[in-house]
Nanobody, 121 residues
């Protein structure tokens, strides 16, 4: 069974940095796009950043210039480096991946369980 496991959340002060990582466990044939989404308290889940298998990136306007997404294909891991954090970045952060489990299967979407990031002012 494929699982995405996030780590690295926590409580920081505004202006500080935090790094998240998300590792895929279980057998996978191919991993396509990976990404990070977040759900602020009382709000809907929103896109933070995505990265293709070829490392093309896309960011939400609210995090451009502050967050950096990267991936290590050999480790099946995606990272999110968050700098200059703001209180409005407080949310549960979820990783996401499009995974093909076998050579003859289609891509399916997988989600991690989420990790809490809290930024105090």
């Amino acid at each position: 069974q494929v699982q995405l496991v996030e780590s690295g959340g926590g409580l920081v002060q505004a202006g500080e940095s935090l790094g998240l990582s998300c590792t895929t466990s279980g057998f996978t044939f191919d991993i396509g796009d990976m990404g990070w989404y977040r759900q602020p308290p009382g709000k809907q889940r929103e896109l933070v950043a995505t990265i293709s298998s070829g490392s093309n990136t896309n960011y939400a306007d609210s995090v451009k210039g502050r967050f950096t997404i990267s991936r290590d294909n050999a480790k099946n891991t995606v990272y999110l480096q968050m700098d200059s954090l703001k209180p409005e970045d407080t949310a549960v952060y979820h990783c996401n991946a499009m995974i093909r489990r076998y050579w003859n299967s289609q891509y399916n979407e997988y989600w991690g369980q989420g990790t809490q990031v809290a930024v105090s002012s």
